[in-house]
């Protein structure tokens, strides 16, 4: 059961690592990196999340391993904190309080007892230092950092910004046209500028820095695509450097291999760039990799590294330059114009991906199902370039049929196209159908399908409304084109409009009687058979913003929200306002399987959520200051199976799940359970199976159990367990409790060593089994003990007549003997 207060906002997906690199675990299986306020653990080989290490009351700003223990991670946050996690187990072990805001996280191997973290300067704006953090040692969990030590002073808020140098002797610092290295022995500083004139296009602002892993080598990226090389900057003025140059802009990011004789670089141009020692010659490339790369990171061993890119997507990539496998979460768009739609079939939610495209992504697995090219064309990076994109979806009742709009970014003429997809079971995709051009005179500003599942193909009605002043209903008809290889296609079949006024927003009832469409201040109600307008509901001052229809009982309703900050509900039976309150509504989103009504409001920079029934003039639940973020879209995505909920506050989340996408394009959620516990079973199962080290003895001898236990069933033996393979409640808590938090080992060796003995009360299953065989001879005893008296008296008869004497028959003997004489013989007589 879930308490009454357990319901919270949870962050599930989008937003961005907002330039904190990866982290690979030293064996190379997980890979972390920081998401939102928390930081996922994902493992490389199956690219499925399996820990989610939540704590962080703020962004996350800096990952990095434990030196001195390969299986901690620090994690450092806006809110002040450092986090030291057992990132396996999902625990944290310590939090330092350090109390001004966290930029950037580094941890050194030669600091036993400190990190390196980049904090505002106080007093000054957009000013920020470099400095040592003494991580206090204590029994609590929860310790207090403020003993700091300023390093730096004048550094770039960027952790991609500082870098430290060949065996920790030195840091370096970028920022503008500015380089500071420090040397920690000599406690020397050296400054190093370059000129900001902007000649022949070049422009030498520093973005990145690096240091090579063995040498005394640096190297920086700059905003005109430039990467320089800096050495002897032992020296004011005896440095050098070189200049390497294929980037068309700005690099982004820039990582050593291993041995330092390879420089990796990628940016806007979404290439990776391999330069063998350090030579513009020679250089290898991996093109195609969707989107710019923000970040590169290497493995410690230097088999893999990983990029990762603007859209929160995370490419894995072999040393040999080789592309091995991607990681794609929701992809972070430039605009969400599409809003959020929901997949009938596959439940995923629906809504721009990259340029042109559009992203299925699945809530449950915190992964992209399949990406849908609409537009086809490819799309340029080049600012200020006016592109075609995506910009209406819409799925029928089914998820059978799929219509989209897209329109090139001209104001004044747009290009239009919208084209209708048709679901095919044989490819399991989405094939284009029809293809229509210039729909509408003006932009496009809502569509939607009639919602008549149960009529099937045939009622299929799509209406889009635009800023032409009209609203269109395209319905299929049969393709008499006879080169097409299809049957069907979707033409016009009616064109309204009302009074010469824009068009805004459409929506149909629950069962496709009624089609409202909103005309700016009028909301129009259409009969969907005869097209004949029925009434009409307006509610001035404003324009309407978003309409929808009451469900179920609640299906007599029709509310609409305008931009003058009013809620409105009308009565369609009556033609009247039955209640309206005064509420800055954004998004207006209806439960589909209950009478719900989910209403999103901003005012004064708050978001608050409101939901409520069409029925009842109050809300049923309130949340005020749901996100510090505005919401732009929600969705409601009906739930598998109905989730058990003991207080009537939320039961209006019982069949669905609301989600919603800020204008940080963070998906959010408000939900009763945890990050943790949307993880699956074999998820969790997965990360103890992967940390586990695979031997030819364990590979064998699970063969062989295998085998044997399928030749037990083959025979129809009953499967009996050993209690020693049950699970023992006190070697589980041994095997799955962290090492750190355990008790003494004699204090656990006579627990582990009863837990394996057997009780004397309990009895093998052999005994069991020579117990049941042995009062089934008792009773066959028992029963032919008259027959055996008769038989042994007729065999001494013949013995005395012999005149021989034989010894008597032991029991296993007279046993085997009985069941001779059982046996049937009859089948001799056909011979």
């Excluded at 929901?342 to 199902?369: C, I, M």
Aim: overall charge negative; glycine content about 6%.
């Amino acid at each position: 059961m879930v308490s009454p207060g357990a319901l919270r906002v949870v962050r599930c997906g989008g937003g961005g690592q907002r330039g904190a690199r990866a982290v690979f675990s030293a064996d190379s299986k997980y890979l972390l990196y920081a998401s939102g306020d928390f930081v996922k653990v994902h493992s490389v080989n199956t690219e499925e999340t399996l820990r989610l290490l939540c704590g962080h009351g703020d962004l996350v700003t800096g990952i990095q391993l434990n030196p001195h223990n390969h299986m901690q991670l620090y994690s450092s946050s806006l809110d002040g904190t450092i986090k030291l996690w057992d990132f396996m187990d999902g625990i944290p072990i310590k939090t330092f309080t350090v109390g001004s805001k966290l930029l950037a996280l580094y941890a050194l191997a030669s600091a036993e007892d400190s990190v390196f973290v980049v904090i505002p300067k106080k007093g000054e704006r957009d000013t920020f230092q470099l400095v040592s953090v003494k991580l206090t040692k204590g029994a609590g969990q929860d310790l207090e950092g403020k003993e700091l030590s300023v390093v730096l002073d004048g550094v770039g808020a960027s952790p991609k910004q500082i870098a430290f140098g060949r065996e920790d002797s030195y840091v370096v610092s970028v920022k503008d046209v500015n380089l500071q290295v420090y040397f920690f022995k000599r406690k020397l500083l050296n400054r190093f500028s370059l000129s900001t004139a902007k000649t022949k296009g070049g422009d030498n602002r520093f973005t990145c820095v690096v240091c090579h892993p063995t040498e005394d080598c640096i190297a920086t990226g700059h905003a005109d695509g430039k990467i320089r090389l800096w050495r002897n900057f032992h020296h004011k003025k005896a440095y050098t450097y070189s200049a390497l140059h294929w980037h068309h802009d700005t690099v982004m990011d820039l990582a050593y291999s291993l041995e330092g004789t390879r420089l990796l670089s990628g940016g806007v141009e979404s290439v990776l760039v391999q330069w063998h020692n350090e030579s513009s010659c020679q250089k290898d490339f991996l093109p195609r990799l969707g989107s710019p790369i923000e970040c590169i990171s290497m493995s410690s061993d230097g088999v893999l590294c990983c990029t990762l890119h603007t859209d929160n997507r995370i490419t894995i990539i072999n040393s040999n330059l080789r592309f091995s496998k991607s990681i794609q979460g929701l992809i972070k768009s430039r605009d969400v114009k599409t809003g959020l739609v929901v997949d009938p079939r596959t439940k995923a939610l629906v809504l721009n991906g990259e340029p042109g495209h559009l992203q299925f992504y699945s809530l449950q697995s915190d992964q992209q199902l399949f990406s849908l090219d609409i537009v086809q064309r490819q799309y340029i990076h080049q600012a200020g370039l006016k592109q075609s994109d995506l910009v209406k979806v819409a799925f029928s009742a089914r998820g059978t049929w799929l219509a989209t709009v897209e329109e090139s970014e001209e104001v004044a003429d747009p290009e239009l196209q919208l084209k209708l997809w048709f679901y095919s079971e044989e490819t399991q995709s989405f094939a284009l159908n029809t293809r229509i051009n210039t729909p509408h005179d003006n932009h496009i500003t809502d569509m939607c399908f009639r919602d008549m599942d149960e009529l099937g193909d045939d009622s299929l009605i799509l209406v889009t409304t635009g800023r032409d002043c009209v609203f269109k209903v395209w319905v299929m008809v049969e393709d008499s084109d006879p080169e097409a290889h299809q049957s069907v296609s979707w033409s016009c079949d009616f064109v309204g409009s009302y009074h010469n006024y824009q068009a805004t927003n459409c929506c149909f009832s629950e069962d496709g009687s009624l089609l409202a469409v909103s005309f700016e201040g009028t909301v129009t109600v259409w009969d969907s058979l005869t097209w004949d307008l029925k009434c009409t509901f307006c509610h001035p001052p404003g324009n309407i913003r978003n309409i929808c229809f009451g469900r179920l009982t609640c299906s007599k309703y029709l509310i609409g929200a305008t931009d003058y900050g009013f809620l409105c509900c009308w009565n369609l039976l009556t033609c009247a306002l039955e209640w309206s309150a005064h509420l800055n509504v954004v998004v207006l989103q209806p439960d589909p399987l209950s009478e719900h009504i989910a209403a999103v409001s901003w005012l004064s920079k708050e978001s608050s959520l409101f939901v409520f029934k069409p029925s009842e003039p109050w809300p049923v639940y309130i949340q005020r200051n749901l996100c510090k973020e505005k919401i732009l879209l929600a969705a409601f995505i009906p739930r598998d199976e109905p989730e058990i909920i003991s207080s009537e506050k939320y039961l209006w989340l019982r069949k669905s799940q609301l989600f919603f996408l800020t204008d940080t394009q963070e998906l959010m959620t408000l939900s009763t359970k945890s990050l943790e516990e949307r993880l699956t079973p074999s998820s969790k199962q997965l990360a103890v199976e992967e940390s586990l080290p695979v031997t030819p003895f364990s590979v064998l001898l699970g063969k062989h159990r295998r085998q044997q236990a399928q030749e037990d069933i083959d025979l129809g033996k009953p499967v009996v367990h050993n209690k020693q393979e049950q699970a023992s409640p006190a070697v589980k808590e041994l095997l799955h409790t962290p090492a750190h938090v355990l008790p003494s080992a004699s204090f656990l060796c006579t627990i582990f060593i009863n837990s394996l003995l057997i009780s004397k009360e309990n009895k093998s299953a052999e005994e069991v089994a020579d117990e049941v065989e042995m009062e089934s001879e008792k009773a066959e005893d028992e029963s032919d003990e008259e027959d055996v008296t008769a038989m042994e008296q007729e065999d001494t008869s013949h013995m005395e007549l012999l005149g021989e004497m034989t010894c008597k028959l032991s029991k296993s003997q007279e046993k085997e003997l009985r069941k001779i004489r059982k046996m049937d013989y009859s089948w001799i007589s056909a011979f």
